[in-house]
């Protein structure tokens, strides 16, 4: 079992940055891939991105290619998603997830999760 709490999000303007962190509870965290999944009212969850259990390689969705970067400390079972250049359209509530999934952005191929945390942007 896997426990994914995280932290960070908060109100940003646009243009500005935030790190958004999730630390993971259990001793098989680098044992998984790793995401980030965004949620907006009335949408469904977005994939964001993901890491490799070494960290060597990450995946980004076309939307933030550029501007996110994730990471992932394993001594630290902790993952992070460092959001620059934010646009409004960031705004969403942020998860994490950790997994072995077949298709990294299909979010039921995921089985732990976090509760997420609310990133806004403003205009």
């Known amino acids: 079992q896997v426990q994914l709490v995280e932290s960070g999000g908060g109100l940003v303007q646009a243009g500005g940055s935030l790190r958004l962190s999730c630390a993971a509870s259990g001793r098989t965290f680098s044992s998984y891939t790793m995401a980030w999944f965004r949620q907006a009212p009335g949408k469904e969850r977005e994939f964001v991105g993901a890491?490799?259990?070494?960290?060597?390689?990450?995946y980004y969705a076309d939307s933030v290619k550029g501007r996110f970067t994730i990471s992932r400390d394993n001594a630290k079972n902790t993952v992070y998603l460092q959001m620059n250049s934010l646009k409004p359209e960031d705004t969403a509530v942020y998860y994490c997830a950790g997994g072995i999934p077949a298709i990294l952005q299909r979010f039921d191929n995921y089985n732990y999760w976090g509760q997420g945390t609310q990133v806004t942007v403003s205009s």
């Open positions: 890491i490799s259990r070494s960290g060597v390689s990450t």
